[in-house]
């Protein structure tokens, strides 16, 4: 979004984001995205939102920031947000996970005024996507970064006009707890199939852990089965897999390293 920003000939004065974070087994510090990108671009960066007070912003675009703007900072620069959700549903940090767990078929991408209330903002202009039966978390969240940009630059190239209020009774897109991230397989397999695709799965075999990074509902035939649900012979096919330590591979290939038996039960 940077980049199309300035491709688009706006002058990008400051960007904010969160600091760098220890990341690996090294624990080496490790900047996010967002200032990997604006350095590339040579557009200065900062962790302390109050720096815009100085910056001479004429506009604060907000995007998956996942902290509380305070009240003076909004009172002091204009800013809008762009949201992966169609508002009022998903309200919150985790907007694109909770609609793939909730089994949405659509979701989408709204830009809309920032007010002191989570997401609560009126809504300057919106678009939508499909969310396809195995679409992970970064394919759809891909698609809304795409869609999201081309709504922000053509409101900055035509004006945004007045927002308009939310309809409808509001959800929460709460942000997923490490508990959520391990497979339960007494769950449906659909519903496994879900928590995988919003990425960070994860289960046990043989007392280490083993992450999951991609299924199949129904199962195609390519990889290992294994038994999920309250309903016999309802089975999640595992295609792609990583083992601790271990670079991820195609669960065939694990299960034979494995001797894993077709139908089994992972976890304790």
């Excluded at 200032?35 to 939102?49: M, T, Y």
């Excluded at 991609?214 to 035939?221: D, F, K, S, W």
């Amino acid at each position: 979004m940077l980049r199309a920003l300035r491709e688009a000939g706006h002058d990008v004065v400051l960007a904010v984001s969160r600091g760098d974070a220890r990341r690996g087994r090294g624990g080496a510090l490790v900047a996010s995205p967002v200032k990997a990108a604006a350095r590339d671009l040579g557009i200065p960066v900062s962790d302390r939102p109050d720096d815009l007070l100085d910056a001479g912003v004429d506009l604060a675009v907000v995007v998956a920031f996942g902290r509380i703007i305070k009240p003076h900072l909004l009172a002091a620069v204009p800013m809008v947000n762009l949201h992966f959700s169609l508002l009022p549903r998903w309200r919150g940090a985790a907007p694109v996970e909770r609609a793939i767990l909730a089994g949405d078929q659509r979701t989408g991408v709204c830009l809309m005024a920032v007010e002191e209330g989570l997401d609560t903002g009126g809504v300057y202009a919106r678009a939508e996507v499909p969310i396809g039966p195995d679409d992970t978390v970064e394919e759809v969240r891909g698609r809304l970064v795409e869609l999201g940009t081309r709504l922000l630059l053509d409101a900055l190239e035509r004006g945004f006009g007045e927002p308009r209020p939310q309809v409808g009774d509001p959800t929460y897109a709460a942000k997923i707890a490490p508990e959520e991230r391990r497979i339960d397989w007494a769950a449906p397999a659909l519903q496994v199939h879900r928590q995988v695709r919003i990425g960070g799965a994860w289960t046990t075999h043989a007392g280490r852990r083993l992450k999951v990074w991609r299924t199949a509902v129904p199962p195609r035939g390519d990889g290992p089965t294994v038994a999920a649900g309250p309903d016999p012979g309802e089975a999640v096919e595992l295609v792609e897999v990583q083992p601790e330590g271990k670079p991820r591979m195609r669960g065939r290939a694990w299960a034979n390293g494995a001797h894993w038996v077709d139908g089994g039960r992972l976890g304790p």
